[in-house]
């Protein structure tokens, strides 16, 4: 049975579909029945299959299948080795996974994601990527950080936004579900304004996470209308056709948190380059949408401070500005369309300007998972300390908590330092 997924010349290019359901309550035996479908040898080599579960993510299961045939290094081992990513609980509310599928086969085609081997009922199986997943403390180190910048603007210069686009019409790239009649109409055509935006985009995203927010209590209901209301306000002040890409938006992962950054072996950056240098690839594209650089960049700076939300962590002006330069040095060189000379500091002053945006994605987005998430974490708390970075840089924008002699919050406070 086969999926279709489009690669970028237009023509369908068919992925494995294994009918087959991953279960959390026999990981192991399931997790090897699926990977048996992509390497059925396994099951008559000799050799232990090994089973390892990374716990870095608070939204799927990802397990490492490993086939340890005797007489096999290491390397050759990984080198054949299966990730498998389960999707948690209701999370089709979140993410549309075909759009999930085709952008990792888009990745993959350009040789920025490893290759996706098939998807099976709840979940996709890929080649596993040899390398050290990053933790926040590894992203603040400036080998690290210059090579995520150089990988970003890679990313954002090579990826065409169209080929994730096809869904234009019927669904705004959540659950599959068509727009039309399911929300207000005229922030609705806000965001699919078509002659300029692409549907799916990151403004149409959370447009569709609000409106699948509960809303049975009066205080749900305001809530939600607090949250649209602010989402309106905040697409009409910011977005804008400034930076790089297709009218100011570029593919963008919009998850760019440590775990989802793996540093790669010194020997796959042996061209010539400095024993210091580092390489990074990118992970996991189930948020990937098109979006303007600046969030994703903004996104990227605010997951410094990893889940525990430490603001000391976050990237100061000087900073990220050499992130920046970095950046569009890399865009520019993979780009075959022309950057401004000025771009470094537009870019700097958008992605000043979207900072609060991230708060306000994964506050939303970890209340919805509060309602349906079967992992342990504190979603409703997490929600709060997001969506307070959001209003804390509403008051530092419009000047309200400055008038009101109030303490600047923490995280404000960092980054404005120099």
């Known amino acids: 049975m086969g999926n279709h997924t489009t690669s970028t010349n237009g023509r369908p290019s068919t992925l494995q579909y294994i009918d087959l359901a991953f279960n959390n309550d026999n990981a192991d035996d399931s997790a090897c029945a699926l990977a048996y479908k992509i390497q059925p040898k396994w099951r008559e080599t000799p050799g232990k299959t090994e089973i390892v579960k990374f716990t870095d993510g608070i939204t799927n299961t990802l397990l490492k299948v490993a086939k340890h045939i005797p007489g096999h290094s290491q390397t050759q081992i ?18 549309d996974r075909d759009r999930e599928a085709r952008s990792h086969a888009l990745c993959a085609e350009r040789g920025l994601a490893p290759p996706l081997l098939a ?12 390398g050290q997943v990053c933790t926040p403390q590894d992203l603040i180190k400036e080998p690290v950080w210059r090579a995520v ?39 609705q055509r ?43 306000r905040s697409y009409k002040n910011l977005h804008n056709e400034r930076g790089p890409g297709n ?102 002053d958008e992605v000043d300007r979207y900072r609060g945006m991230p708060g306000f994605y994964w506050g939303v987005w970890a209340l919805i998972q509060a309602t349906i998430s079967q992992i342990d974490f504190d979603y409703a708390s997490y929600a709060e300390v997001r969506l307070g970075e959001y209003f804390a840089w509403g008051a530092e924008e419009n000047g309200s908590r400055a008038k009101q002699n109030a303490e600047m919050p923490l995280r404000e406070r960092i980054w404005a330092d120099p």
């Open 247 to 348: 009218h100011g938006l570029v593919f963008g992962h919009c998850d760019l948190l440590s775990a989802n950054v793996i540093m790669l072996p010194n020997d796959d950056c042996s061209n010539g380059s400095s024993e210091d240098e580092v390489k990074v690839s990118f992970i996991d594209y189930e948020y990937a949408t098109p979006c303007p650089a600046a969030f994703d960049i903004a996104n990227h700076f605010a997951e410094w401070g990893g889940y525990d939300c430490d603001y000391d962590m976050l990237p100061t002006k000087s900073t990220r500005r050499q992130f920046l330069t970095d950046y569009i040095d890399s865009y520019r060189a993979h780009s075959d369309k022309p950057v401004h000379d000025d771009m470094v500091d537009v870019l700097y």
């Open 119 to 130: 998807r099976f009922k709840n979940g996709l199986l890929y080649r596993y990527i040899i």
């Open 78 to 95: 990984d080198q054949d080795s299966i990730l498998l990513r389960a999707y948690g609980n209701n999370t089709d509310i979140l993410i």
């Open 149 to 187: 910048a150089k990988r970003l603007g890679e990313w954002h210069a090579r990826l065409p936004i169209d080929s994730v686009s096809e869904s234009k019409v019927t669904s705004n790239g959540v659950n599959g579900h068509d727009m039309d009649g399911t929300t207000d109409e005229g922030a």
């Open 190 to 232: 806000d965001f699919d304004n078509a002659s300029k935006m692409h549907i799916p985009n990151i403004w149409s995203v959370i447009h569709k996470w609000i409106n699948a927010l509960p809303s049975d209590t009066p205080k749900q209901k305001a809530r939600r209308d607090l949250l649209q209301h602010e989402l309106d």
